[in-house]
Each structure stands twice: as C-alpha cells, then as structure tokens.
C-alpha cells in the first residue's frame, strides 16, 4: 500500500496543475474573501471572526474539491487499464482502494496546513495559541473528506461525470454549511439542514478554536471532532463497499 | 506447469467461455488466435485474476488461482493490451513502480530496471515522460513493467499493437530470448506471421471454445486442407485435360488454367510437370498455395467478419 500512496504523491508532484488546483488557487480564494468579506461581522479590532470565517470556509471547500479530484484519479486509472494491472499484481485488491484514502488524507492534510499557515502569515490569524486543537481539527476535517471522492468515483463512469457531480454536490454543500455565507446569518431551516455536511461540522470546530478559544478538552469542540470522524468513518465504509461493486467490476 | 481446465465465463446472458481446458508445459510459447469477440482476452483476463469464471479451475506450478491467489500472481507477469503506464512519470519511475509492487528488493529492482530496459533499447530515453514516448516505445515500457519480478509464466496480450515494424521485431526478439531463459509465455494476436515465429503451440478460439489446438505442423495435418497449385496453359484441349485428369484427380479446370490439390504439394509439384509435358502442355505460370495459419484459421473460423 505504501507504495501506491509514494506512487500518486510522485504523480502530485511532477503535476504543476494539480499542486496548483491544490495549494496555490485555495491562497488566492483566501486572499480576495479576506479583503471582501474579511472584517464583515467583526465587533472590534481584534475579532477575527470574518478571516476565520474565510479561511474555514473557503479550506472545506476547496478541499472537497481535491478529494473529488483524487476520485476522478481513480477513474482515470480504471479507463487507461492501470487498475488491471494493479489486480494482477500480489496485493489485496483493497489495498488499491486505501492507498487512495491514505493519499487523500495526506493532501487534505497538507491542503488545510497551509491555509491556516498562510492565514497566520499573510493576515495574522492567531495558529500558535491553538496548535494543538488545530492539529486535531485538522485531522478530523481531513479524514472526514477523505472518503467524499471515492463515493463520488463510484457513482460515476468518467472523469467528467465525477467533476459534474462534484461541483454541483460541493458548491450546495459549501452553501448550506457555511463555507460561502457564515451560518448565524442563514434562517433557522437552513441552519438545521447544515447539520448534515461536512462543511458545517469542520467550519464550526475552526470557530471552537479561534473564536471561542475552547480548549482541546472541551466537550463541545470534541463533539464536533467526533462527528466529523463518524463522517469520514462513514463515507470510508460506503467508499469500500462501492469500489467492490462498481469499480472493481472491470469489463 | 500451467493447468487450465473447464473454464466457463457469462457475461449478463452472453456466454463468453464455454468451458476451456488445455496444459502449458513449462518453456512453451502458446498462442491464442481467435477473431474478435472470440474469448481470448477473457482467459488471459481471468487467468491475470482481472476477472472471475463463473466455472473452472486454473493453477501455475500448483497454486491455485482461487485458493492461493497472492502466490499464484507472484508467479506471473501481465502485458496488458492497454499501455498500463502512467503518462506524467518517467519510464524508470514506471517501473520503480510496477517493480516494487512485487517486493523486488531495491538494489536488485534497480539493477534490473537497468538491465530491461537496455534490453528493450530504451537506455537514453528512461528518465523521459512516458507521455513524451512514440506507440512502440510505450509498448516497450508495458513489457518492461511485466518483467522487473522475473516471473516463471508471462501473458501478452496483443502486444504490437499499433507500433512500427522496427519496435515490433524487437519485441519478437525480446519474447524469443526470453523463450530461450526457459519462460512459460501465453501470448495471444491477430497477427498469424507472429504466431507461427513465436509460438510452439498454438490453440485457435472461436466462439468461446478452443477449436483446434497443437504444433503448426499438427494444425496444418489435423484438418483435411489440401494445399494448392494452379497453373495456366497456351494451349489446354479438352483432349489433353481429359489425358491429365485421368492421372490427377483431384483437380478443378477454370478456362485455360488447372488447378491441381495435393495433401504434399513439394513432393508432387513436379510429377504434375512431367505429367503436363508428356500430353504437351506449355506451361505458362505457376501458383503455388501453401497451407498457412491464415489458411488453417479462415478455413476453421470462417470468413464472417466478427464486429462484435
């Protein structure tokens, strides 16, 4: 498995596209909200409410859309005869299917480091007070997409079907959870549909640590952690039963 | 070494194998020809562990397909009919790849991607982009990635497809020295010229079911093809056609031509001749049809084309 995750971490790298789409329009989404919509709502100099918002908001978001990414991989591989190949190579066939989940959770992990890392360089945001809460958060958030782009590869026959429904499934999961207009704005209906996506769950635990300041013990930030965990434990499961089914099924 | 026996394989309701059976003994080159649509791929694909029969049992060297998976695919290598490589990564990081898969220790797998890939002539180009690669040189690649492990038994399945002649001989010489270190190969193709320089053995497929099977010397004896001569004449009579197809009968008149049938035409060819200048024909031209694998297999598949 090790060597499929080294494989499409190769692949990521020699792929300016890809680190682009990742890392860098992720930056420039940040930076134009932050000027836009940065200090919106914000009661005084110091609340960081708006960036916060922005910076959450926008890291779901927009890793949602490299996970979807990594799914249409999949697909890929299927179409040019590369997850032939893999089968008959001496691994467990669910190996193929876990190297992916590790990939994804690897970039997911290093897609929300540097958001928070550049919010803290470019716009001041307060990381080092919060590292360790972050650092769970973080990987709560991360595991928890980790699974959305495999579901969506099992559920479609190419890479652009894969694209379609991502972009329409995360640009309405953005909207009702509150990576595009923070939550406390929307009416009250909205706000109980938000409950059921991820974007909610993620964008409230960053709120947790940067604007309630709770602490990693704290029952109500762990909740949150612990949901988003049953969210990926979730989407991981239906991922591997999907890929038994749909992927897996070459001819 | 390789034992394949009563292979069945349904697609929704369309039967694609209709229970195969044949032995590969070990160094033997077996080809599979069949036309499209015929079933040769879904062997390769279910003895590759791609898909699995509804029926049967396959084993290499004794383990079991279907109850020692891990170290039955051990024991093969796969060239796929699609170029399996991924296009953004260079020829060498390819194989790194496919090698390691197979556990290969590293110092050994780098000295053999090393030795494959000079091999297959690709020395200057391997840290080149595959996607920067001609047809023939991916399919260099492909074969390269099925060897790194070293495996006792190699499936090929087409594969000079689509490539220049240069890249296709080389791949020829490749299969022939790799027949020479003693590997067991499958190969399956469309191409007859390949099969009758490559392959010890050849099983002909059509419809599902492996029709005939055997040495070409056997195909070409098994059926009753008769190889052919045809000459044409300046001066044929029904006087002297009468006087020659009284010696020979097995033979067809078209206008001035004759065609003559023999099971041997090398022995015969020339007691033909003398035959034809004792009733005083002047012979014109002469054609010669020998019986060839394309003969065998229009003869044994028909002429229907398969577009299925």
């Known amino acids: 498995m090790i060597e499929l995750v080294k494989k499409d971490l190769k692949l990521f790298f020699v792929n300016k596209q890809d680190m ?47 996970v979807a990414g990594i799914g249409g991989s999949l697909i890929d591989e299927k179409q040019e005869g590369m997850l032939k190949k893999l089968l008959c190579a001496p691994i467990p066939p669910n190996n193929i299917l876990y190297g992916k ?61 894969v694209q379609g429904f991502s972009t329409i499934i995360v640009m309405v999961m953005s909207a009702v959870g509150g990576s595009m207009i923070p939550i406390f704005v929307m009416p009250e209906l909205m706000q109980k549909i938000a409950v059921f996506t991820v974007n909610y769950w993620g964008i409230q635990g960053f709120y947790d640590i940067f604007m309630k300041s ?38 | 070494m390789i034992h394949v026996s009563n292979l069945r394989k349904k697609f929704d309701n369309i039967e694609a194998l209709k229970g195969i059976s044949f032995n590969i003994k070990q160094g033997e080159c077996y080809g599979m020809l069949g036309p499209n649509g015929a079933g040769k791929t879904t062997i390769i694909s279910i003895m590759s562990n791609i898909l699995k029969p509804n029926e049967g049992e396959v084993s290499i060297n004794g383990y079991d ?3 020692n998976p891990l170290e039955y695919k051990k024991n093969i290598g796969v060239v796929t009919q699609e170029i399996a490589l991924y296009n953004e990564l260079s020829a060498y990081d390819n194989l790194l790849f496919w090698g390691s898969l197979y556990k290969v220790p590293r110092p050994e797998l780098i000295k053999r991607i090393d030795e494959t890939i000079n091999l297959l002539g690709l020395i200057d180009r391997k840290n080149d982009k595959v996607k920067t690669y001609s047809g023939g040189m991916k399919r260099r690649v492909n074969i390269a990635s099925a060897l790194l492990h070293r495996p006792k038994v190699l499936f090929m399945d087409e594969p000079t497809v689509g490539i220049d002649p240069q890249s296709r001989n080389l791949i020829f010489e490749v299969v022939e020295k790799l027949q020479e270190d003693g590997m067991t190969i499958i190969y399956t193709t469309h191409y007859m010229e390949e099969a009758e320089r490559l392959c010890d053995r050849i099983g002909i497929i059509d419809d599902g079911k492996i029709i005939v099977q055997g040495t070409l010397d056997e195909l070409k004896t098994s059926g009753s093809m008769k190889e052919t001569v045809s000459i044409s004449f300046a001066n044929l009579t029904d006087e002297r056609y009468i006087r020659i197809a009284k010696d020979w009968k097995d033979n067809k008149r078209c206008d001035s031509k004759i065609h003559f049938y023999s099971m041997n035409i090398q022995s015969d060819l020339s007691k033909i001749i003398l035959k034809c200048n004792e009733v005083g024909l002047d012979i014109l031209h002469i054609d010669i049809k020998k019986i060839n694998l394309e003969t065998i297999f229009l003869n044994l598949t028909g002429n229907k084309l398969r577009d299925k």
């Not at chain 1, 990742?22 to 009661?43: D, K, R």
């Not at chain 1, 997409?145 to 579901?151: H, K």
């Not at chain 1, 930030?221 to 070459?250: D, S």
């Open chain 1, 20 to 66: 682009l789409l990742t890392f860098a329009l992720p930056i420039i989404f940040i930076t134009l909200f932050n000027f836009v919509f940065g200090n919106m709502g914000n009661s005084g100099e110091n609340d960081v409410g708006g960036l916060v918002h922005v910076v959450a908001g926008m890291s779901v978001m927009m890793l949602l859309f490299s």
């Open chain 1, 214 to 251: 709770l602490p990693l013990t704290d029952i109500t930030f762990l909740f949150k952690v612990f949901v988003l965990i049953g969210i990926g434990t979730l989407l991981n499961l239906i991922a591997l039963l999907m890929f038994k089914k749909n992927i897996l099924k070459i001819v």
């Open chain 1, 101 to 161: 989940m590790v990939y994804a959770i690897i970039i997911s992990i290093a897609q929300l480091i540097i958001m928070f890392v550049y919010a803290w360089l470019a716009f001041g945001l307060d990381i080092m007070h919060h590292l360790p809460s972050l650092a769970l958060m973080i990987l709560a958030t991360a595991y928890a997409c980790s699974g959305f782009g495999i579901v969506l590869a099992s559920f479609a026959k190419t890479r652009q079907q």
């Open chain 2, 65 to 67: 397909l279907k109850k």
